[in-house]
């Protein structure tokens, strides 16, 4: 307990009154508790299996502060984590703007490339897939698209808006065969195929690579991604 | 050797030079293949479902291999069997093989879906020996599973699945065979007219390439520009010990201690001292501690509730005992100027619970953090090598697999009339599919969400599989196709057996010693 102020007395400072005394330091008392508030004891001594009390399930549960909409979340941030590990061997300006943390805090330690999710090489591409995409023009990526819509027999409904690049983007997301799209950016996914010997179409990795060149690096989530992990804000 | 071995202890003092034995060294290389990346950059957001597809694309290439050369001139009432791109292309009547991911619905099995519906009414059951309906609960002895016979599979159902669906499998054929859920398979056979797939013949991918011996080491080597030395020094022997169940309690401390001697040659006489001058490294394999897992039990959760007061949900700083690690840490300086150690977490260590483990940390070894590398230092095998769960490492050219024995445990659950653990180990081989993701992962082990697919599968064939926490002592040499050997080690619990392995690192052979302690009382 901090030693006890008197605010009368021949020391006291004539501007301080007894109403308004100095500010004191308190380490005790509700605002200043630093531990967890404890459950209160049960007050019946039940002979039940402390498995079967519910106090343990209720204590649990604690609600939650509502998650502020305007911060992203954590499946958004590792989305982004992972557009920009593989942009970076892309050689492409950075998305981002705003101030770069890497060289505010001078730097980062090596991120080691062994290790079990660090993989084969560290860029992740097998050959020159890199530079075969590069290399496709605009028309071979429309002949790509029109071979994919060819065998339907009706258009696709809601979609008229939409450039060639986005659709072939959800048709690359819509793929089953290339695994899961959710939870993964697309230029990953698309190295992860490629990994595992799918052989998933260039032309997509062209698409992929224009889009990220444009600077549009929001473009690496998948829209299904997004629709089922959207947040409802309550209005 | 002059004389009788006893004669020279007994004698009056003398000036006779001893000479001192050295103790064989030994090559050690580490391999990274489970460390997981630190901090911001191992992320969680990501489905299992990711896990699953990279499995099957992983391994289907292999199996469907197999299968082929297998059944390419099958044939049954003049038929032969043809192969099915997905799981749903089967027809009624057609003879067909499929290959996809097993995955097996018992009753007794922990849902998670379940789970979330019954924890607000009911007490969980206690945790069970094997999860199917003869194998009976946790209190009851292993006889439980016997008690069911060949009904152990009863309520149980078996599908393959793919990208495309799931296909109910039965047939005799499937009561034979060892199957657990995230293994695949190619399996032979025809669809009946309730819609379920009848199996007449099932594969495996069965073992990976095996690297010769000294493989690491020269081609690490000759990445590195050096010449490759093609004389190596005899090996001596490694050392393997599992469940040292160190508890803080006076009572235990005996065992370790003789062990201890006689590591460090300072007991018995000096033949058995020239053996242990042969052991080069020792490879503490799982449960170190006995009681150190992060999250506590639902047992101590509820003696916890019943002591009344505060409920201290997780950690506990008032309950801290820090004599456990202190006792560990100081018997692992003391042998650690003598012999370099390796140490693999296990279930009861403080590390994460889901696998791959990550090591131990150094600052739970105050004392012997010296022999291990400093965090910025030169990466490369310290002398104390604190390492993962599963670890994979080559040991005097030998590739070693060594894994705690949580996956074991688990697929032991789900085999409701086996009780050979060897065999189950010989079917993680078979499988490809050892640690960490040893089949049962993520269903009911908890694991780790790989996204990329590189380290579920076996890539390359280990020499020796060493599975620690085992109730005995067992080993064997699996063969494979191509004439790979691997030797197989369940290492026992030194806590109940008392019992350390040595394996012989030019035979790969084991020899069992063990150290009892009689009581008087």
Not at chain 2, 134 to 140: Q, R
């Amino acid at each position: 307990m901090p030693p006890k102020r008197k605010s009368s007395g021949p020391r006291a400072v004539p501007t301080r009154t007894p109403s308004n005394p100095q500010s004191t330091l308190s380490f005790h008392g509700k605002q200043n508790k630093v531990t967890k508030p404890g459950v209160a004891p049960a007050t019946k001594q039940t002979k039940k299996d402390p498995a079967l009390l519910e106090d343990i399930a209720r204590s649990e549960i604690k609600t939650e502060e509502t998650p502020d909409p305007e911060q992203p979340t954590t499946a958004e941030t590792a989305i982004t984590q992972q557009t920009d590990a593989e942009a970076k061997p892309l050689a492409l300006p950075t998305q981002h703007p705003g101030a770069n943390p890497d060289e505010i805090l001078g730097g980062r330690a090596q991120e080691s490339d062994l290790g079990a999710t660090g993989g084969k090489a560290a860029t992740g591409w097998l050959a020159d897939e890199e530079a075969l995409a590069r290399s496709v023009t605009e028309s071979q990526i429309k002949l790509y698209w029109r071979q994919k819509e060819s065998p339907r027999l009706a258009p696709r409904v809601h979609q008229e808006g939409m450039t060639v690049y986005e659709k072939v983007l959800r048709e690359w997301g819509m793929s089953g065969q290339f695994g899961p799209c959710i939870g993964i950016a697309r230029l990953k996914r698309w190295k992860r195929a490629n990994g595992l010997g799918l052989k998933p179409p260039v032309e997509v990795l062209a698409v992929l690579l224009r889009e990220m060149e444009g600077g549009n690096g929001k473009g690496q989530r998948a829209y299904v991604d997004e629709l089922m992990s959207s947040r409802f804000v309550e209005t | 050797m002059n004389g009788d071995n006893h004669a020279d202890l007994l004698q009056p003092p003398s000036n006779v030079e001893h000479a001192v034995s050295e103790r064989t060294a030994s090559h050690y290389t580490p391999l990274p293949t489970y460390r997981l990346p630190k901090g911001e950059h191992r992320h969680y957001q990501q489905q299992y479902a990711d896990m699953y597809f990279a499995r099957l694309a992983q391994l289907k290439p292999a199996v469907e291999q197999i299968a082929s050369e297998a059944w390419a001139d099958f044939e049954i009432g003049g038929e032969t069997a043809s192969r099915k791109d997905r799981v749903l292309d089967v027809r009624e009547g057609e003879l067909c093989w499929i290959a996809g991911t097993l995955y097996m619905e018992m009753p007794l099995k922990p849902n998670v879906l379940e789970d979330i519906g019954k924890e607000h009414w009911i007490a969980a059951p206690p945790p069970r020996v094997k999860y199917d309906t003869g194998g009976g609960l946790g209190g009851d002895s292993e006889r439980g599973a016997h008690a069911g016979g060949g009904k152990g599979l009863a309520g149980a159902q078996i599908m393959l699945e793919d990208e495309s669906g799931r296909l109910r499998l039965t047939g005799g054929y499937l009561s034979g065979g060892l199957l657990v859920t995230g293994a695949i398979v190619a399996v032979m056979g025809t669809e009946n007219s309730d819609g379920d797939f009848e199996v007449l013949d099932l594969r495996v991918p069965d073992l990976p390439r095996q690297p010769s011996r000294w493989e690491t080491e020269d081609g690490e080597a000759a990445l590195q520009g050096k010449s490759v030395t093609t004389k190596r020094p005899i090996s001596g022997k490694v050392a393997i010990i599992s469940g040292l169940g160190v508890s803080g309690v006076e009572g235990d401390t005996l065992l370790l201690d003789l062990l201890l001697e006689y590591l460090l040659g300072e007991s018995a006489d000096p033949a058995s001292q020239e053996q242990a001058a042969s052991i080069s490294r020792l490879i503490i394999a799982g449960n170190s501690l006995s009681h150190s897992s992060p999250i506590p039990s639902r047992e101590e959760l509820a003696a916890a509730a019943k002591k009344g007061g505060r409920k201290t949900y997780g950690y506990d700083s008032a309950s801290y005992n820090a004599a456990p690690t202190d006792h560990l840490d100081q018997w692992l300086a003391t042998l650690l100027p003598s012999i370099p150690i390796t140490l693999l977490p296990g279930e009861q260590d403080p590390t994460s619970t889901s696998l791959p483990q990550q090591p131990i940390h150094a600052a739970m070894f105050p004392h012997s953090r010296a022999y291990m590398n400093p965090p910025t230092g030169p990466e490369g095998p310290g002398w104390f090598d604190s390492t993962t769960n599963p670890a994979e490492f080559s040991a005097d050219g030998w590739r070693f697999l060594g894994t705690g024995g949580q996956p074991v445990d688990d697929v032991y659950k789900y085999l409701p009339d086996c009780e050979e653990r060897l065999e189950m180990m010989e079917a993680m081989l078979r499988w490809r599919l050892t640690a960490p993701t040893a089949p049962t992962a993520p269903d009911t082990l908890w694991c780790y969400p790989f996204q990329d697919g590189d380290q579920f599968v076996m890539k390359e064939c280990p020499h020796v599989f060493l599975v620690g926490n085992q109730p005995k002592f067992e080993t064997a040499v699996v063969e494979g196709p191509l004439g790979q050997q691997v030797r197989v080690l369940a290492v026992p619990r030194f806590k109940e057996t008392g019992e350390l392995v040595l394996l012989d690192c030019e035979t790969l052979v084991p020899e069992v010693v063990r150290f009892e302690v009689f009581d008087e009382g």
